[in-house]
């Protein structure tokens, strides 16, 4: 049964955190008909988070749920294994069907952090994909030219450049597009780098004889840069399954001129107040700082809860703004020698090694550039070499929000 929607309704859904909508006129009319839409969104799980850039489409299908409508989520475990080539600058490497299986798990499970998952249907794409034979495969090449595929942006610009692209690549679209047909799609989402490959979606149901699929273009999250789009590939995101103090940490960290586009994107502040809070942003009226704790508080409380949201700010206060540590800062037990040699109880230890295995960066890279920009610190003093010095209960502070006491045992 689906719930009446009224004009201010109807604006959010058309105009709030969307792109495009193709066609805008079709969708409405469709609406109007009131009979549930099947609402398609696929996600090739070639890695094993969603962050809060793939949030933004999310809430868009749960806004369009809680009226009636039918939410389909589609497993990409075909098309991850090959990689989505949209926005990449080379092929990507291809993933075994176990991995794919291993991260769409996680996936689902955040899916529905947003998603309402009693209202959701699920399906996998080796369902049909899975009887796939070559037939099959060359009805879809022949509707299509390489030249329509040469022709977009990504693609252009690596032939242009003589870099390779895999036929593999090539394919992708024509899988994707193919998702909408065996599911009977009325409406697909993606960000706005997926704009070739749901008209391509949209063609071939009308090539088949389906009625055309509408494509709700969405935005693209900036990431905490405030540069690029959201990555976990860049190291700007913020997962929806993150720590509610990381997460929170986070979103503080991001610079003053995208909070507009985080609250607008990832909240459901309404119209009048985003419009009150940026007129006082640009009067300079307002501390930047407090607006961003509402935002991180209303963020954490979306994936966590509102207790989490509220010691979240407890701990980025007395941590980041006071400089204290955390009360449940994370500690690591290690033996000192105690000798001739060392009476102080002193150990030299490799902080890139510390660093990485005791997760305060996500990689021996990120470590060493910490490093080299004077963000680790041992008791407030900052160390800017890859070898230190540590006794018990020293503390390692690693950036602005991650902590290890030293603690002998």
Known sequence: MLSSINPIQLDNILHRGVTDIIVESEFVRLLEKGKPLRLKMGFDPSRPDIHLGHAVGLRKLRELQDIGHQVVLIVGDWTAQIGDPSGQSATRQMLSAEEVRENAQTYLKQFFKVVDKSKTETVWQSEWFGKFTLDNVFDLTRRFTVAQFLARDDFAKRYNSKQPIAITELLYPLLQAYDSVAINSDVEFGGSDQRFNLLVGRDLQGMLGQRQQQCFIMPLLVGTDGVQKMSKSLNNYIGVDEPPSDMYGKIMSIPDNVIMNYLELTTSTSKQD????????????????????????????????????????????????????????????????????????SLTINFVDLITTEKLASSRSEAKRLISQNAVSINGVVSNTETNVVGPNDIIRVGRRRFLKIVEG
Do not use: Y
């Open 274 to 345: 985003l419009e009150q809070i940026n007129n006082e942003l640009q009067a300079e009226s307002v501390n930047p700082m407090d607006i961003k704790k509402m935002l991180a508080k209303d963020i954490v409380s979306q994936f966590h809860d509102e207790a989490s949201a509220r010691e979240s700010e407890l701990t980025f206060v007395r941590t980041v703004q006071q400089g204290s540590e955390p009360e449940d800062v994370k500690t690591l037990l290690v033996r000192f020698a105690t000798d001739s040699e060392n009476p102080s109880k």
